[in-house]
């Protein structure tokens, strides 16, 4: 029901991390990757500051997707809010790179 969830959070006008990470999850989740990756980019648009969660959500989107540039660009994003070692974002970044074929950016990751 990502739709009517979807409703929800427009209804509520100016939209807390909270709000942002349930749709992407959403979205990630009903098979609507590009949808979440949309909603991602609003999210920074509006200068919302997201945590590891939703970050490692569209880093794994980014994997199923094989969209490396994307997820270089997420990796930039993460890097600048301090999360990219984070245990979960680095794992998606692992994922990422290596289902992208980017065998010495997974390795530079990993170590």
Known sequence: MVDEATSVCRELGERDEV????MIVGYSQSGREVNALVLFND????????????????VSVCAK????????VVHGKAFRIGIECDLLV????????NR????????????
């Open 19 to 22: 709000c942002w990470t349930t």
């Open 43 to 58: 999210m920074m648009a509006e200068n919302s500051r997201p945590d590891n969660y939703p970050i490692s959500v569209v």
């Open 65 to 72: 997707l094989t969209s490396l540039g994307i997820g270089k």
């Open 90 to 97: 680095s794992t998606a970044f692992i994922d990422m790179y």
């Open 100 to 111: 992208c074929g980017e065998i010495l950016d997974t390795w530079s990751v990993f170590v």
